[in-house]
């Protein structure tokens, strides 16, 4: 069984910036899909960056070219760095992985959706 914690939300102006990150149990030895998503009221949870077979990481549009995704894997712990955040980043944002499913990272985001490991998830607040 595999465990993660998010940590690093809170709130933030306009413009600024947030690291997030999530610790996964240790038992988790090779290459495997992770990643983050976020969840708004009104919508569902939506894949925001997501690991998978070497072909780039997959990014949500929206946020394409402000969030960057990247792991630690001395300390099996994931990351979302965050910069020029605006409202529509208002959500609580869930690291989820899957020690047992590998493939490109649109495969892997919506396998997790279906039936990865998930965290609580930690809030993000954007506001003016």
């Known amino acids: 069984q595999v465990q993660l914690v998010e940590s690093g939300g809170g709130s933030v102006q306009i413009g600024g910036s947030l690291r997030l990150s999530c610790a996964i149990s240790?038992?988790?030895?090779?290459?495997?899909?992770m990643g983050w998503f976020r969840r708004t009221p009104g919508k569902e949870r939506e894949a925001v960056a997501v690991?998978?077979?070497?072909?780039?990481?997959y990014y949500l549009d929206s946020v394409k070219g402000r969030f960057t995704v990247s792991k630690d894997a001395a300390k099996n712990t994931l990351y979302l760095q965050m910069s020029s955040l605006n409202a529509d980043d208002t959500a609580m944002y869930y690291c989820?992985?899957?020690?047992?499913?590998?493939?490109?990272?649109?495969?892997?985001?919506?396998?997790?959706?279906?039936?990865?490991?998930w965290g609580q998830g930690t809030q993000v607040t954007v506001s003016s």
């Open positions: 690991f998978g077979i070497s072909a780039g990481a």
């Open positions: 989820a992985a899957d020690p047992a499913f590998y493939a490109v990272a649109v495969e892997c985001g919506s396998r997790l959706l279906r039936s990865g490991f």
């Open positions: 240790r038992n988790t030895a090779g290459s495997y899909c």
